[in-house]
Protein backbone atom coordinates (compact mmCIF):
# COMPACT_ATOMS: atom_id res chain seq x y z
CA UNK A 1 0.00 0.00 0.00
CA UNK A 2 3.05 2.73 0.80
CA UNK A 3 4.12 1.53 -2.91
CA UNK A 4 1.05 2.81 -4.03
CA UNK A 5 0.86 5.33 -2.48
CA UNK A 6 3.99 7.18 -3.41
CA UNK A 7 3.03 6.21 -7.03
CA UNK A 8 -0.36 8.69 -6.52
CA UNK A 9 2.05 11.24 -4.97
CA UNK A 10 4.31 11.05 -8.04
CA UNK A 11 7.60 9.84 -6.56
CA UNK A 12 9.69 7.74 -8.79
CA UNK A 13 13.50 6.20 -7.14
CA UNK A 14 16.38 5.86 -9.23
CA UNK A 15 16.91 2.79 -6.96
CA UNK A 16 15.08 1.28 -4.62
CA UNK A 17 17.57 -0.95 -2.66
CA UNK A 18 16.08 -4.05 -0.55
CA UNK A 19 17.95 -4.89 2.65
CA UNK A 20 18.01 -8.48 2.79
CA UNK A 21 18.63 -10.15 6.69
CA UNK A 22 18.28 -13.43 7.98
CA UNK A 23 14.70 -13.48 9.20
CA UNK A 24 15.90 -14.48 12.46
CA UNK A 25 18.35 -12.05 12.47
CA UNK A 26 14.96 -9.38 12.02
CA UNK A 27 13.01 -10.73 14.59
CA UNK A 28 15.61 -10.40 17.28
CA UNK A 29 16.12 -6.57 16.69
CA UNK A 30 12.46 -6.37 16.26
CA UNK A 31 11.77 -7.84 19.58
CA UNK A 32 14.51 -5.29 21.03
CA UNK A 33 12.92 -2.52 19.46
CA UNK A 34 9.31 -3.73 20.91
CA UNK A 35 10.22 -3.61 24.31
CA UNK A 36 12.10 -0.50 24.29
CA UNK A 37 8.94 0.68 23.46
CA UNK A 38 6.88 -1.11 25.96
CA UNK A 39 9.22 -3.03 28.24
CA UNK A 40 6.11 -5.06 29.75
CA UNK A 41 6.03 -7.11 26.48
CA UNK A 42 7.50 -10.78 26.67
CA UNK A 43 7.08 -14.23 26.31
CA UNK A 44 4.25 -15.44 23.41
CA UNK A 45 2.74 -11.85 23.77
CA UNK A 46 6.63 -10.39 22.38
CA UNK A 47 6.83 -13.62 19.93
CA UNK A 48 3.62 -13.29 18.04
CA UNK A 49 3.40 -9.52 17.64
CA UNK A 50 7.60 -9.55 16.05
CA UNK A 51 5.97 -12.25 14.54
CA UNK A 52 2.86 -10.24 13.16
CA UNK A 53 5.04 -7.23 12.11
CA UNK A 54 7.64 -9.28 10.10
CA UNK A 55 4.49 -10.92 7.91
CA UNK A 56 2.92 -7.39 7.69
CA UNK A 57 6.59 -6.54 6.44
CA UNK A 58 6.19 -9.26 4.23
CA UNK A 59 2.56 -8.57 2.43
CA UNK A 60 3.66 -4.61 1.77
CA UNK A 61 6.49 -6.39 0.22
CA UNK A 62 4.72 -7.49 -2.25
CA UNK A 63 2.75 -4.32 -2.97
CA UNK A 64 6.45 -2.32 -3.29
CA UNK A 65 7.31 -5.15 -5.80
CA UNK A 66 4.61 -5.21 -7.70
CA UNK A 67 4.89 -1.01 -7.95
CA UNK A 68 8.54 -0.67 -8.07
CA UNK A 69 9.72 -3.94 -9.55
CA UNK A 70 11.82 -2.58 -12.24
CA UNK A 71 13.88 0.14 -9.86
CA UNK A 72 14.49 -3.15 -7.13
CA UNK A 73 18.11 -3.61 -6.55
CA UNK A 74 18.32 -6.25 -4.14
CA UNK A 75 21.13 -6.32 -1.72
CA UNK A 76 22.31 -9.34 0.88
CA UNK A 77 23.02 -7.83 4.43
CA UNK A 78 23.11 -10.44 6.06
CA UNK A 79 25.92 -11.07 8.54
CA UNK A 80 27.77 -7.84 7.17
CA UNK A 81 28.62 -5.11 9.48
CA UNK A 82 27.50 -1.46 8.64
CA UNK A 83 30.27 -0.08 7.08
CA UNK A 84 30.58 -2.70 4.89
CA UNK A 85 27.02 -2.49 3.61
CA UNK A 86 27.03 1.64 3.45
CA UNK A 87 30.19 0.44 1.12
CA UNK A 88 28.37 -1.71 -1.04
CA UNK A 89 25.22 0.35 -0.83
CA UNK A 90 27.26 3.52 -2.71
CA UNK A 91 28.37 1.15 -5.39
CA UNK A 92 24.39 1.04 -6.16
CA UNK A 93 24.04 4.68 -5.82
CA UNK A 94 26.28 5.33 -8.72
CA UNK A 95 24.49 6.50 -11.26
CA UNK A 96 24.70 7.33 -14.86
CA UNK A 97 22.67 10.24 -16.75
CA UNK A 98 22.22 11.39 -20.42
CA UNK A 99 25.21 13.13 -21.75
CA UNK A 100 24.85 17.67 -20.86
CA UNK A 101 21.35 16.26 -18.09
CA UNK A 102 21.52 18.31 -15.25
CA UNK A 103 23.16 17.05 -12.05
CA UNK A 104 20.22 15.77 -9.53
CA UNK A 105 21.10 13.96 -6.17
CA UNK A 106 19.52 10.63 -6.82
CA UNK A 107 16.40 9.62 -5.59
CA UNK A 108 16.87 6.27 -3.02
CA UNK A 109 14.02 4.36 -1.34
CA UNK A 110 15.77 1.86 1.27
CA UNK A 111 13.57 -1.04 2.53
CA UNK A 112 13.72 -3.99 4.40
CA UNK A 113 12.27 -6.24 7.26
CA UNK A 114 11.67 -5.00 10.48
CA UNK A 115 15.64 -4.36 11.68
CA UNK A 116 17.36 -4.96 8.76
CA UNK A 117 18.73 -1.72 9.24
CA UNK A 118 17.45 0.88 6.82
CA UNK A 119 17.12 3.99 9.28
CA UNK A 120 21.21 3.42 10.15
CA UNK A 121 21.80 3.02 6.45
CA UNK A 122 19.86 5.57 5.56
CA UNK A 123 21.66 7.99 8.07
CA UNK A 124 24.90 6.84 7.19
CA UNK A 125 24.67 7.36 3.25
CA UNK A 126 22.97 10.90 4.53
CA UNK A 127 25.66 12.04 6.40
CA UNK A 128 28.78 10.80 4.59
CA UNK A 129 27.80 11.56 0.79
CA UNK A 130 25.47 14.53 1.82
CA UNK A 131 21.86 13.49 0.46
CA UNK A 132 18.75 14.33 2.11
CA UNK A 133 16.81 11.66 4.31
CA UNK A 134 13.08 12.04 3.64
CA UNK A 135 10.66 9.86 5.70
CA UNK A 136 8.10 8.04 4.13
CA UNK A 137 5.76 7.78 6.82
CA UNK A 138 6.71 11.48 6.92
CA UNK A 139 5.76 12.17 3.41
CA UNK A 140 2.52 10.21 3.66
CA UNK A 141 1.44 11.73 6.95
CA UNK A 142 1.62 15.10 5.26
CA UNK A 143 -0.57 14.11 2.21
CA UNK A 144 -3.26 12.34 4.77
CA UNK A 145 -3.34 16.16 6.02
CA UNK A 146 -3.14 17.62 2.37
CA UNK A 147 -5.09 15.71 0.49
CA UNK A 148 -8.35 13.83 2.34
CA UNK A 149 -9.20 11.90 -0.53
CA UNK A 150 -5.99 9.89 -0.46
CA UNK A 151 -5.81 10.03 3.53
CA UNK A 152 -8.38 7.33 3.99
CA UNK A 153 -6.43 4.72 1.65
CA UNK A 154 -3.00 5.76 3.24
CA UNK A 155 -3.79 5.91 6.84
CA UNK A 156 -4.62 2.55 6.96
CA UNK A 157 -0.92 1.23 5.07
CA UNK A 158 0.95 3.39 7.57
CA UNK A 159 -1.33 2.48 11.10
Known amino acids: MQALALQKMGIVPDRLIHLNVKPSASLARLKNNLIGINQALYGPELE ?48 RYKNGAPLRPPRVIIVGPPGSGK ?31 NGKQISECID
Open 48 to 95: ELANQCLQEYELNMRGVRSAFNQFIFDHNATDKAQSDVEKELHKMLYL
Open 119 to 149: TEQANALCETYGLVKISVQDLLRSEIQSNPD
